[in-house]
């Protein structure tokens, strides 16, 4: 059946289909409806929704919740990402699954509260002090939302990581018609017995109060859950497993959408609500006889550089689009080879238009062309 | 068997030898909560210990039971997400003074006020041993820290008053000098249905006893002594500086866990959702 | 998207005739209903068989007098979520034209309420009186339904089936009655001008 669902609506339908049966969280513009859905959706299911006095003290109880065996998630935005990356780094350590769900507006500090952005992408990714492996997940639409809601906790829950789903202010509050397709879940897994099993550095997950007494730390720790905070490798090798779990999955991990990029001379990369203007674009340049394409990122971290890298080097230019001044296209010019790699981006609150996208794909082709000619 | 072996099953001996220096009372207290286990059979699979960061919070990991060992200032948190995806777990939150009164002070109040069935030890040293023996929000005025060689010129935190203040249901101050006492409480808090908090004055030689010139741990469980006196038939004028020390409060209101559960039940019902 | 612009045989609202999507925008006083007659009109047009993106002002934005509601209707996948100069733009205050009128193209179609547009240079406008008309109703609250009415019966961007199913849908019952009055009131305005 079509429903008109809002964005944040969205997020909370899907966290729900997903299974989650705790939310903690903390009101913030865009995204505070995401936690008003939750309180009307959790209690009559059984599961937990609490205001917390703060995004620490979210992310704190989520963690808490989730190393019960509960799916836990919150919900929060620019400012509250911000506080929430201690607890980001701790769940990180400790191989706790859970969702953060960050609706961008303008930053820093409490910038355009009202306003979209894309500039925590790489909060997403390094937010939080030291490495660890990560996840972090984007959506162009309100069916997007539901669908990568979803697929943010069977990371989560697969992988033992906290996963980032990266909203903005307008997909957090814009409404469309959709369908609410069924998708398979994942549940996390338990060891077949509780003898010998080593609580970390496996994607196996035994939770606290099942029989195996342990200690979670966000120290560093071996598997045993011991801690090893000096001089020990024990923290290196726990981290390095995380990180290789995740690799060794990215093809499944990062999730794209590719159009008309068979021929296209023009390559547009985008990512959440600016991959919709983008994608206007290239039909407004397909229209015109330019031969442009999209890739869409759904899945920012980890980075897909290996299929980034083939399309824009079969390219002759590629412009990166983006709500912030220069984040994606770092990565994208890191694995361009020769390919001129051209940025456009705002941080005025704005969305980068179609017409916009659309010249600066012109322009980028054409200097490329003229730069082949002169080089000739 | 020697005195006291069987409170060996309380602890988890792969993870000693513990972090605490010679004198320091957090082993005083430790050793008191085997001891309250004991007494109380508790069952160690279904009981979850949290820590935040520092000499204190460092106890989860020493405990023979489910722990966790969290972020400074913030083992509220962690134990109000555990006790609400689970309220059948007995859940306990082990923090030092700067732990629970500096950095985490927002969420002591808040779990005050929510009245969550978790019982909170605060084990307050007057200062910050971890990270080298500097001021903490319950240091005394006037006395020495790392970072006030002249004298603290601040005020210092009361923690119970703190405590009833934000509505905490089960509130007392002990002392690693009170042997007999201090376990009572401690069993009393884990017993109380709803927010129980216990404030235990604990001895740190190597940086309070060291900077003030108050002796070692035997010198300062003396001053722990000297410096407060039993609650009950006393006034505030006879108080004369020493600190109180008993059971401030101890009432039923309503339990966070047991009324979500309700509103669960509720919106149910309703058929809400 | 031509076939809504048929009624009777007749073309109507010629300026859309040629277009694939339609961007509406409603903007009123806080309290004028404004995020109702937009997500009316979103969800008639669903029931229509379009696509539909509904975007509103929010926040400090939203506060400051005045409120917006976009609808875009489409029969093709929405790429950009944004009206730009909205092809119809139904503002039912002073204070809302002074705050969205700025997006105005010149091919866009100005509904407004005639009492808020005097003292204002509002072009060729199409005046009605909504909050005068939806007070005859019994319901001055209603000037939104009335200037919805009025702006389906011009248009005919959704069907006034699906418009009169939605407006059931969501308005609260005991004021569902005036509501249908208001609707009524507003479609046979756009009769009339239509003769």
New interface residues.
């Given amino acids: 059946m079509?429903?008109?669902i809002q964005g944040n609506e969205a997020c909370a339908l899907g966290a729900v289909a997903a299974g989650c049966?705790?939310f903690?969280g903390y009101p913030i513009?865009?995204s505070s409806e995401i936690m008003e859905w939750m309180s009307?959706?959790?209690?009559?299911?059984?599961g937990?929704f609490?205001q917390?006095?703060?995004e620490?003290?979210?992310?704190?109880?989520?963690?808490?919740?989730?190393?019960?065996?509960?799916k836990?998630m919150t919900a929060t935005s620019g400012p509250g990402f911000t506080l929430m990356q201690?607890?980001i780094g701790?769940a990180a350590m400790t191989e706790t699954p859970c969702v953060i769900v960050d609706g961008q507006r303008v930053g820093p500090s409490t910038g355009m509260?009202?306003s979209p952005a894309q500039g925590d992408v790489m909060q997403a990714r390094w937010g939080s002090h030291g490495d660890r492996a990560a996840i972090a997940l984007t959506a162009s639409s309100v069916l997007d939302t539901y669908t990568m809601t979803i697929e943010a906790f069977n990371m989560s829950e697969r992988y033992r990581l906290p996963v980032v789903l990266l909203l903005d202010?307008?997909l957090a509050?814009?409404?469309?018609?959709v369908i609410l397709p069924d998708i398979p879940i994942v549940n996390r897994s338990r060891p077949g017995s509780i003898d010998d099993f080593a609580p970390f550095g496996s994607p196996e997950f035994l939770p606290?109060?099942?029989?195996a007494?342990?200690?979670?730390?966000?120290?560093s720790h071996d598997e045993a859950g011991?801690?090893r905070a000096a001089k020990s490798d024990a923290g290196e090798r726990l981290t390095r497993r995380a990180i290789e779990r995740v690799a060794a999955d990215a093809e499944r991990i990062t999730l794209t959408r590719q159009e008309a990029l068979d021929d296209a001379e023009l390559v547009l990369v985008a990512y959440g609500?600016t991959a919709?203007?983008a994608?206007?674009a290239v039909?407004q340049l397909r229209a015109e006889g330019i031969p442009a394409g999209l890739l869409e990122l759904q899945t920012l971290w980890p980075f897909p550089a290996e299929l980034v890298g083939s399309v824009a080097r079969n390219a002759r230019a590629v412009v990166v689009a983006e709500l912030n001044l220069g984040q994606v296209v770092t990565l994208v010019s890191a694995v361009a080879g020769t390919t001129p790699v051209h940025h456009l981006g705002r941080m005025d609150g704005a969305?980068l238009?179609?017409d916009a996208i659309a010249a600066a794909g012109r322009t980028a082709l054409h200097d490329a062309v003229q730069e082949v000619g002169a080089a000739r | 068997m020697r005195h006291g072996e069987h409170l060996r099953a309380y602890l988890r001996e792969e993870a000693m030898p513990n972090v605490w220096c010679p004198g320091c009372g957090h082993g005083n207290v430790m050793g008191a909560l085997t001891r309250t286990f004991d007494r109380m059979q508790l069952d160690l699979d279904a009981t979850v210990v949290i820590g935040g960061i520092g000499c204190a919070s460092r106890m989860p990991f020493f405990l023979n039971t489910n722990a966790m060992h969290t972020t400074h200032g913030r083992a509220l948190t962690f134990a109000t997400g555990v006790k609400l995806a689970r309220p059948e777990l007995t859940v306990l939150a082990v923090m030092g003074d700067g732990d629970a009164l500096a950095i985490g002070g927002n969420h002591l109040i808040h779990a005050c006020r929510r009245n969550i069935d978790v019982t909170a030890l605060v084990l307050n040293n007057g200062i910050y041993g971890m990270t080298g023996g500097q001021l903490a929000p319950s240091t005394p005025q006037s006395f020495r820290s790392t970072t006030s060689a002249l004298g603290s010129i601040e005020s210092p935190f009361d923690t119970v008053e703190l405590a009833l203040a934000a509505g905490a249901t089960y509130v007392a101050r002990a002392t690693t000098f009170d042997f007999d006492e201090m376990p009572q409480m401690i069993e009393a808090a884990i017993r109380h249905p709803g927010f129980a908090l216990v404030e235990i004055l604990s001895q740190c030689p190597t940086y309070f006893g060291r900077l003030n010139k108050l002796g070692d741990g035997r010198a300062l469980l003396d001053y722990e002594r000297d410096h407060t006196a039993p609650l009950e038939g006393i006034t505030r004028e006879e108080l004369a500086g020493q600190l109180p020390i008993g059971v401030f409060r101890e009432e039923i209101r309503p339990e966070y866990t047991r009324q979500y559960a309700a509103l669960c039940d509720r919106a149910r019902r309703a058929g809400n959702g | 998207m031509a076939e809504l612009n048929t009624r009777n045989g007749q073309v109507v609202g010629s300026a859309l005739a040629t277009r694939v999507q339609t961007g509406i925008r409603i903007a009123g006083r806080g309290g004028q209903g404004v995020m109702l007659a937009g997500l009316l009109v979103a969800q008639a047009a669903i029931d229509d068989g379009l696509e539909v993106v509904q975007t509103q002002s929010y926040g400090p934005e939203a506060r400051l007098g005045a409120a917006k509601s976009d609808v875009i209707l489409s029969h093709e996948p929405i790429a950009y979520p944004e009206i730009g100069a909205p092809d119809l733009f139904l503002c039912l205050s002073h204070d809302a034209f002074t705050a969205y009128g700025h997006d105005i193209a010149p091919n866009t179609r100005l509904i407004m309420d005639a009492r808020a547009a005097r003292g204002l240079d509002v072009g060729e406008a199409v005046l009605v009186p909504m909050v005068d008309t939806a007070r005859d109703c019994g319901a001055i609250i209603a000037a939104n339904i009335v200037g919805l009415g009025f702006l389906v019966g011009m248009t005919d961007v959704v069907s006034e089936r699906s418009l009169r199913r939605a407006l059931a849908a969501r308005a609260r019952p005991e004021s569902l009655e005036s509501n249908m009055r208001a609707l009524d009131a507003g479609l046979a305005l756009a009769a009339e001008r239509r003769l």
């Fill in positions: 079509q429903q008109l049966s705790f903690a513009t865009p009307r959706l959790l209690p009559p299911r059984g937990v609490i917390m006095e703060d620490l003290s979210s992310m704190g109880a989520v963690i808490g919740a989730s190393w019960t065996g509960a836990a201690e607890h701790y509260p009202t202010a307008t509050h814009m409404r469309e018609n606290l109060g099942a029989g007494r342990f200690t979670v730390s966000g120290l011991h801690q609500i919709r203007a994608r206007a039909h969305l238009e179609p």
